[in-house]
T-cell receptor, first 115, second 114 residues
């Protein structure tokens, strides 16, 4: 299957700082990428859909000013958690859709801990 | 909101036995995809079955889809200890963002005992 990379794999930051997470599709072009959040022992919750060259669409309850998404190219999307709080601590996973097959591939995830 | 509901929530079997996990959903779908997730890791794509397909195989995996009952099942035959993981079904449907989106169920935690 296709490969999606995510960087960093884990990050610890202090409250009030911002953290940027990168997501790359390595062997296919992804016009649409997705960002999910997963709490321990729970399922994935879609945060936002990112379309290349346009603004992201956020799911209900997700603050767009807090979770900034940029999809600058067909292979790169970034999620910036601004003014992080301890409650933002979570596992963030990006995903890219292969438009030819409809299969959606996931990155390895980024574990964010805000102290 | 989550659309898929997996059943059972947890399953423990002996190595060599078959494992069956079920998924039910509520609305029309484009396709349904199954994923595996090891603890603290990302999701691994297992198989995609389209709404006009009824059964699909991949190695030791067999997936069925019944759109009339809005349900799917994942069968893992001759299970191995390495199959221990959480398994999620995800329904693919057109979303509010002008694109197709996956919605995940709560997952089935499978434990295969050596």
């Amino acid at each position: 299957g296709a490969v999606v990379s995510q960087h960093p794999s884990w990050v610890i930051c202090k409250s009030g700082t911002s953290v940027k997470i990168e997501c790359r599709s390595l062997d296919f072009q992804a016009t649409t990428m997705f960002w999910y959040r997963q709490f321990p022992k729970q399922s994935l919750m879609l945060m936002a859909t990112s379309n290349e060259g346009s603004k992201a669409t956020y799911e209900q309850g997700v603050e767009k000013d807090k979770f900034l998404i940029n999809h600058a190219s067909l292979t790169l999307s970034t999620l910036t958690v601004t003014s992080a709080h301890p409650e933002d601590s979570s596992f963030y996973i990006c995903s890219a859709r292969d438009l030819e097959s409809d299969e959606q591939y996931f990155g390895p995830g980024t574990r964010l801990t805000v102290t | 909101s989550q659309q898929g509901e997996e059943d059972p929530q947890a399953l423990s079997i002996q190595e060599g036995e078959n494992a069956t996990m079920n998924c039910s959903y509520k609305t029309s779908i484009n396709n349904l995809q199954w994923y595996r997730q090891n603890s603290g890791r990302g999701l691994v794509h297992l198989i995609l079955i389209r709404s006009n397909e009824r059964e699909k195989h991949s190695g030791r995996l067999r997936v069925t889809l019944d759109t009339s009952k809005k349900s799917s099942s994942l069968l893992i035959t001759a299970s191995r200890a390495a199959d221990t993981a959480s398994y999620f079904c995800a329904t693919d449907a057109y979303g509010g963002a002008g694109s197709y989106q996956l919605t995940f169920g709560k997952g089935t935690k499978l434990s295969v005992i050596p």
